[in-house]
């Protein structure tokens, strides 16, 4: 394993594009478990009853009342861990130009990341259902369930349910970040979730990107796509390839 991350660290250190695809499993060391997964959501919930936007729409006091509130109150509170900040200091060493996160939990923002792409939208924010106002999540009144709006309509998280589309611009972007990279850093997601999983496959097919992965599981990405997979927990493995980065990158604690 030594050996592994070592050659993940030269190579990290050596690209001058890099761009990272991460997903729930960065978060998890700060608090926010996953949806799939060992202590995931999924395991209490059924996801089509609560995170579809046919629920939302249809019963939006039982979503809000299982799953958002609960994403609210941990959201408020937790902190970025290593992994993110791991991503912060390659970023300012020029290296790391952008994330791609399918989290909505805003943890790269505030661990001084600049370059994020909320690919599943920010739970952040709120949106009116009826007239699309917007209002921060921090700020919103919660004591009663759902949230409304002034205009009466019903506030839902600015983030994407399954049942909806991923924005264009979104997509967009992302599809040129994917595409112009020559190292993707793919951490904590479990490649599953179209079309974000298929990021990775664009990198390599346009660039021939090196792919590296970091996941206490190996993931569908793992055989297929990975040059280097690197089995760990993302800010505990991010400290390891620290170890082995030039000074100049701060790693050093
Ligand atoms: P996922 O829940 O499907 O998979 C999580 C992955 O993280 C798994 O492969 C698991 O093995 C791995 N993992 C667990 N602990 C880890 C750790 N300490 N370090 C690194 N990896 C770890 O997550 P996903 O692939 O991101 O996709 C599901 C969707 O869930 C996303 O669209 C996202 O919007 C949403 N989601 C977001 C949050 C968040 O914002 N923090 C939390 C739960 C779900
Ligand atoms: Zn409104």
Redo the contacts with the bound molecule.
Sequence with gaps: MENLIKKAANTIANAQNIAALTGAGISVESGIPPFRGQGGVWERIDPMEYAHIDALIQNPVKVWNMLIKEMASMVGVAQPNDGHKGLVRLERQGCLKTIITQNVDGLHQKAGSTDVIEFHGSFAWLR??????RCETGTADLSVIPP??????I?RPDCIFFGEIIPPDVLMRSHQVSSECELMLVIGTSATVQPAASIPMTAKAATGAVIIEINPEPTPLTEQDSDIFLQGKAGDMMNRIGKFMPSSFGFEI
Aim: with cysteine; proline share 0%; hydrophobic share 15%.
């Design positions: 009116c259902m009826q007239c699309n106002k409304r709006c002034e205009c009466g309509g506030f």
